[in-house]
Every structure is written in structure tokens, then in C-alpha cells.
């Protein structure tokens, strides 16, 4: 059966804590042990792998720890620059970066040399496919490279369960199975569909079951029909 991304409204904030690690508990632990000037590290795995919830989960560590950071994708705007208490430095969607994107890229990369700061970067591709300048795919080789792998069903259905548990939300096992075999079972997703049926739940003060999956998935379709028609 073909799985459904669930395209509703974003899930909790990201952090170390509500990261599904599964097999990549040696991602992890470089990304913990991140220290100024430290030896860059790339991430690379298929889209919800968690690439940009380590990133985001990391910058969060950072200003706990009062270090500044600054956080780049395809989406921010030209210039891309750092100030001199910068200590951290994240590049996400390298893959997606123009020309004159993998420029700014390189620069940070000079930069951060410069600042004694470190640099994590994410992609869909390992370093030696990126289509990027060919001095920017050698900064993003150099250091520790990680292949994100994406969650394995026992681990998907362990993870969904336990942030269920945290969110005090009951699921049983047919609404388990039924989640998984419907929706894609990136991490991203399943926060994204629990945050979506634990507001549809309160709203009709009913407990999460089956049925009322399905109701939630019938009106999101004809609030998505109206909305094409109107």
C-alpha cells in the first residue's frame, strides 16, 4: 500500500531528546561532542531521514550553551554572513544550493576557519555527488561523514509510541498498524500525524482510535477539495 506524507502543520521543536536515533546513534554522538574549530561534519539519508532535525536540535544545544550560531538554507536570503561570535555554523539542502548559494557555502567554509568556529552540513546525497562546485564538495568531504538511515518499522513503531506516551495520548496497537501501513514513517512525519490527531482528538473530545483517523483524514480531503475549488 502506498504511504501518504501528511501535509499539516509542523510538529514539536527539535531537539536531541525526541530524535528518533534507531541506527544512528553514531551521528549522534559526533553532532553531541561538536566543539569550536572541530573537524566539519555532513550529514546525507533521503528526505525525513532527520537531517534538518539534527541541525535544528544542534543550533538548540548551542544557544543553551551560549554559543552563537548561524543556519543557512536554499531559502535564505543572500548575503550569508556570521558575525565574529559565531561558533557554529549549519548548512542545510546542499544539494538544492545555485551558484551563487555554493559561493556564500564556500566563504563560510573560509570564514568559520577564520572564527574557530565548526560547520555541519546536511544533504540528500553524500559529499562526492552533490552538484556543487568542486571546492565546496571537497569542504564537505573532509571531516566525518554520516548516511542517515531512515527508520525500520519495530523502530517507527517505537518511536511513535513513545513520543505517543510523552503527548499522553493512548494508542493501540490497530492504531499502530493502521498509522504505519497508510503514512510515510519518517520521523518528521509521524511527529507532524500525532501532533495533527492529538489536536483532533481534543477538538472532539474523543479518544485517538481508528475511525477517528479516518475522519480526520476525510475532512482534511474535503477542506483540500473546497480549497482547489474555490
Not at 46 to 59: E, P
Not at 119 to 127: E, S
Not at 155 to 175: M, P, S
Amino acid at each position: 500500500m502506498k504511504q501518504l506524507p501528511l501535509g499539516l502543520r509542523p510538529g514539536p521543536q527539535q531537539s536531541f531528546g525526541n530524535f528518533a536515533v534507531g541506527a544512528n546513534d553514531a551521528a549522534l554522538g559526533a553532532l553531541r561532542g561538536t566543539t569550536a574549530g572541530a573537524a566539519p561534519i555532513y550529514l546525507w539519508g533521503s528526505a525525513g531521514a532527520g537531517k534538518t532535525h539534527l541541525l535544528r536540535a544542534l543550533a538548540r544545544e548551542a544557544a543553551a550553551q551560549g554559543r552563537s550560531a548561524g543556519a543557512f538554507d536554499q531559502s535564505t536570503p543572500l548575503p550569508w554572513v556570521c558575525d565574529e561570535d559565531t561558533r557554529l555554523i549549519l548548512l542545510d539542502d546542499c544539494e538544492a544550493f545555485d551558484a551563487a548559494q555554493q559561493h556564500a557555502a564556500f566563504a563560510l567554509f573560509v570564514e568559520a576557519q577564520a572564527l574557530g568556529a565548526s560547520v555541519v552540513a546536511a544533504g540528500r546525497l553524500p559529499p562526492v555527488d552533490l552538484p556543487v562546485r568542486e571546492d565546496l564538495r571537497t569542504r564537505l568531504g573532509w571531516g566525518l561523514v554520516f548516511h542517515l538511515q531512515p527508520l525500520d518499522e519495530t523502530r517507527a513503531r517505537d518511536a511513535l509510541k513513545r513520543e505517543a506516551g510523552r503527548r499522553g495520548i493512548v494508542l493501540t496497537e490497530e492504531v499502530v498498524a493502521y498509522l504505519l501501513t497508510r503514512f510515510a514513517r519518517d520521523l518528521g512525519s509521524l511527529m507532524r500525524l500525532l501532533d495533527a490527531l492529538d489536536e483532533f482528538a481534543l477538538v472532539h473530545q474523543r479518544a485517538v482510535t481508528v475511525p477517528l483517523v479516518r475522519q480526520m483524514l476525510a475532512e482534511r480531503d474535503e477542506q483540500q477539495r473546497q480549497g482547489a475549488n474555490a
